[in-house]
């Protein structure tokens, strides 16, 4: 599975857009992105997930660049709730490979 | 609909002792998957079973066993603890064979403390 860059931490006000980067530049083209959260010592929750086109869902959107080496998870009201870590996973669907590879995620910091 | 449930919540172990940690899938799922996240660390894929069978298997040492039941509930072992197996035991469940969807949905963890 292909390797994904985050940021280490954000800040984002209450109430705000808040914007989530992921690199994902040696993507290939049957890897899909996938986006999870972990609130502090809960189990992961799953987000959103995309090939090339951009997904939204009650959660979240996700913009997925036209070349595809870059993603941006979009949280568009945030709130306290949503501090968490995000990790942006790229994985592909066959069969075999269904295990996640998780990174260091991004720790998002809603402020009020 | 009942989550992914874990037993215990919490185990206190001494070095070189066995720990049984166990995991219920949602119903309906056939793959339990077993991560471990040890403090400072992220995420790591230990085991994956899926109908009964163990599918795929992380870098981890055959100490760390599992196994899955006809129920579909699993059960990971680790024997001869040593004191960096100190982590959050995180088991997820899904349903295999819908394509590009794998949403895989975790249960709390069991955080195992050896001493």
């Known amino acids: 599975d292909a390797k994904t860059t985050q940021p280490p931490s954000m800040d984002c006000a209450e109430g705000r857009a808040a914007n989530l980067p992921c690199n994902h530049s040696t993507i290939s083209g049957n890897e899909y992105v996938y986006w999870y959260r972990q609130i502090h010592s809960q189990g992961p929750q799953y987000i959103i997930h995309g090939l090339k086109n951009n997904e939204t869902n009650e959660m979240a959107s996700l913009i997925i660049t036209e070349d595809r080496k870059s993603s941006t998870l979009i949280l568009p009201h945030a709130t306290l709730r949503d501090t968490a870590v995000y990790y942006c996973i790229v994985r592909n669907s066959n069969f075999g490979n269904e295990k996640l590879t998780f990174g260091t995620g991004t720790r998002l910091t809603i402020i009020p | ?115």
């Open chain 2, 1 to 115: 609909e009942a989550g992914v449930t874990q037993s215990p919540t919490h185990l206190i172990k001494t070095r070189g002792q066995q720990a049984t940690l166990r995991c219920s899938p949602i119903s309906g799922h056939t793959s339990v998957y077993w991560y471990q996240q040890a403090l400072g660390l992220g995420l790591q894929f230990l085991l994956w079973y899926d109908e009964g069978e163990e599918r795929n298997r992380g870098n981890f040492p055959p100490r760390f066993s599992g196994r899955q039941f006809p129920n579909y509930s699993s059960e990971l072992n680790v024997n001869a603890l040593e004191l960096e197996d100190s982590a959050l035991y995180l088991c997820a469940s899904s349903l295999v064979g819908t394509g590009s969807y794998n949403e895989q949905f975790f249960g709390p963890g069991t955080r195992l403390t050896v001493l």
